[in-house]
């Protein structure tokens, strides 16, 4: 009586994914040092400002007109450090990418367009209403001296193509037009970053 040889089964080389332990670890980490980086946001606004208020800034609130001035300038600076964050979120910067994870990374970096914006567009409003007063004229007359300041032109520019990307990025836009023409008109937020640091 002959018995056939009992078969193995294939080895296999592939190692066992990860538990869901130690998935439940990785997301917990990964959203601690998201809220890291929200954190270092802040503190990156903040250190703007400080920079500000510490080289003469703090003594530019005498008038209204003053105050009003170094408000838009506040509001410049923190929408400006909040443009370079998002810039940084979606450079795919590997320790980025391996510590929170590309899709948190582009997750934060939405959310930081629209108040990026406002701040942006606040920046340029405030600035006119300041810079009004203390000339003594309304804010639209002021566009005209504003804009013959060196780097000025620049900045306006920059302003409208932040606008563009902002609006084209919402989702009831962005659904009609191809992912190619979308990431092109987005990659105009680096050109508007290089238009607006001048002005600074």
């Given at each position: 009586?002959?018995?056939?040889?009992?078969?193995?089964?294939?080895?296999?080389?592939?190692?066992?994914?990860?538990?869901?332990?130690?998935?439940?670890?990785?997301?917990?980490?990964?959203?601690?040092?998201?809220?890291?980086?929200?954190?270092?946001?802040?503190?990156?606004a903040a250190v703007a400002v400080a920079l500000f208020l510490s080289y003469g800034g703090a003594h530019q609130f005498g008038t209204l007109a003053d105050a009003v001035t170094s408000i838009g300038i506040i509001a410049g600076l923190i929408g400006t450090d909040f443009v370079l964050v998002m810039v940084v979120l979606a450079a795919r910067i590997p320790i980025i990418d391996r510590s929170i994870g590309h899709d948190r990374a582009?997750?934060?970096?939405?959310?930081?367009?629209?108040p990026a914006l406002y701040l942006l567009?606040?920046?340029?409003?405030?600035?006119?209403?300041?810079?009004?007063?203390?000339?003594?004229i309304d804010?639209?007359?002021?566009?005209?001296?504003?804009?013959?300041?060196?780097?000025?032109?620049?900045?306006?520019?920059?302003?409208g193509l932040l606008i563009l990307v902002?609006?084209?990025?919402?989702?009831?836009?962005?659904r009609r037009y191809s992912h190619e023409l979308w990431h092109s008109v987005h990659l105009l937020s680096y050109l508007a970053v290089a238009f607006a640091l001048p002005h600074q």
């Open positions: 009586m002959t018995t056939e040889p009992a078969t193995r089964a294939p080895f296999s080389r592939e190692r066992p994914g990860p538990s869901g332990l130690d998935r439940r670890r990785q997301f917990a980490r990964r959203a601690r040092i998201a809220d890291a980086l929200a954190t270092l946001l802040c503190a990156s582009i997750a934060l970096h939405r959310a930081l367009g629209k567009i606040a920046h340029g409003v405030v600035l006119l209403i300041g810079y009004g007063m203390s000339s003594g804010p639209i007359s002021e566009i005209g001296p504003m804009l013959a300041l060196p780097d000025m032109p620049l900045a306006f520019v920059a302003l902002v609006i084209t990025s919402l989702v009831a836009l962005r």
